[in-house]
């Protein structure tokens, strides 16, 4: 297959570039490089021993869109462009609608005009809202969210539901739950361009002496030792999932959504511990106010995922941890122009 990655210098698309090229696909990144580095495809490179086709747009652009499909035989389209902070989409929700649904209506309208029939989508569990059952299975209808973000989210399945419908396109959503972790190699991993709102960015900048002090968004929540509990999935798991679901859409028609976690739950004070054990480093932490739309747990049903794609999560919150720490750690030995130069 030959994949057009919207987003693919982000930080799920570049590892799931590192795996689909690892298989044997010809990939093609799309990137405007707002939230993402220009190394990127030198790194994916530094991986895999070959260099991703990549265009530097705005995929909201279809003047743009229209020479990347012209210039390349596409199969299928993996979308990963998005604003994806809970707590951004309170401060801007229409900025956060705006970037989340703008591109995908760019991306359907360009592959419908293009003849490329397959699409996957990586969605969010923030499309299950409060009176959603714990754990959250994907065979239970979407009705609200707790967030701008989760409702964007949710607007941007229903158009992919109905151009699956109207255009024959075959789509694949994929609702990813806490992604975490990095490439083990340490070429690759989560690089926020702001302040980390992810738990893991949190831990491995305070580990790194970046941040003083990791912050505990509330301790008061009805879980085992009140602090919000979360299923985190390895960004690795993430990336064999999208290559699975890219075959999956080149076979079967419609519009399939399903989760991708683990089904397990880990608390804040949980994943602060065993990244403490895994890496040796102890974390000065202090509590802080719960932050908005967050939920107090947060675990996936994967009842699609393992039947229908036949994916199962391979890797640990052990493995998540010593993985983030490892590609924390390189980027400490790097100084901010290198880390950022186009040739590493």
């Known amino acids: 297959m030959t994949i057009l990655l919207t987003g693919g210098c982000g930080y799920i698309g570049s590892h799931a570039a590192v795996e689909m090229m690892a298989a044997g696909c010809d990939v093609i990144l799309a990137d405007d490089f707002k939230n993402s580095s220009r190394s990127i495809p030198m790194r ?12 530097e747009i705005n995929v909201c652009d279809m003047e743009s869109l229209d020479k990347v499909f012209g210039e390349n035989n596409i199969d299928c389209v993996i979308h990963f462009v998005g604003t994806r902070s809970i707590s951004d989409s309170f401060r801007s929700p229409m900025r956060c609608c705006r970037n989340n649904l703008d591109s995908v209506l760019s991306v359907l309208e360009a592959m419908d005009k293009h ?12 499309v299950y809202g409060p009176s959603a059952a714990v754990p959250y299975s994907e065979l239970e209808p979407i009705t609200d969210a707790a ?16 151009a699956a419908r109207s255009r024959g396109i075959s789509a694949v959503i994929l609702r990813c739950f806490n992604v975490a972790g990095a ?6 991993g989560e690089l926020p361009r702001q ?4 738990l893991l960015p949190q831990l491995t900048r305070t580990a790194s002496g970046e941040l003083q002090v990791f912050h505990i968004w509330g301790d008061d929540y009805p879980t085992p030792d009140g602090t ?17 679901a890219a075959e999956y859409a080149q076979t079967h028609e419609g519009c399939l959504a399903v989760n991708l976690g683990t089904g397990k739950g880990t608390s804040v004070l949980e994943m602060l511990s065993i990244f403490e054990r895994t890496t040796g480093v102890e974390i000065p932490c202090v509590v802080a106010p719960k932050r908005e739309g967050e939920a107090a747990e947060c675990i996936s049903e994967s009842v699609r995922s393992i039947g229908v794609l036949d994916w199962q999560p391979e890797f640990t919150v052990e493995d998540i941890c010593r993985d983030a720490w490892n590609w924390q750690r390189h980027l400490t030995e790097m100084n901010q ?3 950022e130069r186009e040739v590493i």
Do not use: Q
């Open 183 to 188: 490439h083990p190699s340490g070429i690759i």
């Open 337 to 339: 122009e290198w880390a």
């Open 115 to 126: 003849s490329c029939k397959s699409f996957v989508y990586c969605s969010s569990a923030a």
């Open 228 to 244: 919000g509990v979360r299923d985190y999935v390895h960004v690795m798991d993430i990336a064999r999932a999208c290559m699975s």
């Open 44 to 55: 994916i490179w530094r991986i895999t021993g070959k260099l991703p086709a990549s265009y």
């Open 195 to 198: 302040a980390p709102t992810n």
């Open 147 to 162: 967030s701008p973000y989760g409702r964007a989210v949710i607007t941007a399945e229903r158009l992919i539901e109905d």
